[in-house]
């Protein structure tokens, strides 16, 4: 309960007594009216005051001798009327103080009707008090419910705000250190990539110096010998094959695979051609390669001995040309390309005339450039029971270890080598065999050798 209702209560507790007692000492209707007295006291002082005066009379001599007999008789009776006076003068100097008395007493009284009439307030406060305690004591439980509810609340509300920042905060961190170890790991990774290509970068060097100073060494050891023959003279042209009876298109077709199926495995060599400007593509055959590197946005040519397949690419609107691959490599101006690629050739070549296939594309090679050789894989004995003798203008397979090696000879370095065409995907009764033998001897059917000019 506040103060503002505990005076309304007070106010109304002192309207209900002077409701039931109008006339209280307050007002002063039970105390009696002095006012007749001291009119009284005030008339006697004034006979007092006359005692001994002559009355005034109008001027003249005979009104003087009048006035002159009277003070003569008033002077003679002062001794008399002296004792009478200063009776008359005591009484009413106690009427005087009689008034005051009695004014005092009113005052009294007075203050007593009002101490009367709280009194009766106060007694009509403690018969209410039981009442206004109880309501006080209930609204006091009102209140302190409502303040504990809201400060109930106040606190959850505040524990609730507390975890969720909490929780924001540890999702905040935990987001932060996730950024950070990804931002780490790629810097890392950044870095050792960065790292690699330099040690890439310092191989090729390294390899194209210890290239260049052998084949400086092989220069001065043969001039330093007189009697040395001239160097031979470069083989002639290889005559053209023979072409065979039968159609070769349709000879391609059933065992080297549709169109689609060798764009599919050539799709292995996209990333080394890519961003290359000019490449040619040894024995085109169909255009396959011609199509994904038209397809990547890089300009390729080819050539092939087969007119039917140089008709069929340009056909397609490929630059194609029949041409023998030693003549066209060797009239083409040195360092001129920076990529070559070459499927299912070198194992139709003599093998007399591979050392020269190799040496003429790596002299037409830029630095850099990207010379990649398919040919079926010797190291798996299942071309020779299945593939490699189908088609009847084969010479002999070719060892990878033996590309590499002319690679190595004639300035290619970085040499990769990768396995191709599982064996198991068109022989499945392979599995059956240990898989260790079986990746020895029965691994890829053909396989892909790639390097790089130092």
Known sequence: MDTDELTAILQEVRD??????????????????????????DAAEAKVAAIGTVNPRAGGPLNWLAQQAKKAVARALDWHVREQVEFNRNVMACVQATLEALEETRRTLAAFGQIQEETRELKDIRSHWVDWRQEWEHRLVVNETKLLRGLAELNAA????????????????????????GALDRYGMDIQKRLWADMERIRKDYDHLIHSELRLIRQRAATSQPSAAAPPSPPPPMPPPAQPEFDYARFAERFRGSEDYVKKGQQFYLPYFTGCREVLDIG????????????????????????????????????????DLFVYLADLPEASLDGIFSAQVVEHLPPERLPDMIRLAASRLQRDGVLAIETPNPECLAIFASHFYLDPTHTRPVPHALLAFYMEEYGLGGIEVHRLSPAIESMPALAGLAEDFREAFFGGLDYAIIGRKL
């Open 284 to 323: 085109c055959g169909r255009g396959e390669f011609l199509e994904l590197m038209r397809d990547a946005g890089v300009a390729a040519h080819g050539i092939d001995l087969s007119r039917e397949s140089v008709d069929l690419c340009r056909q397609k609107g490929f630059e194609a040309d029949v041409a």
């Open 16 to 41: 209900r007594v002077r409701t039931r007692h109008p006339e209280s000492p307050a007002s002063g209707g039970g105390l009696p009216d002095l006012m007749p007295l001291l009119h009284a006291r």
């Open 158 to 181: 505040f524990q609730h705000r507390t975890g969720q920042n909490e929780s924001f905060f540890r999702e905040q961190i935990k987001l932060q250190h996730t950024d950070f170890e």
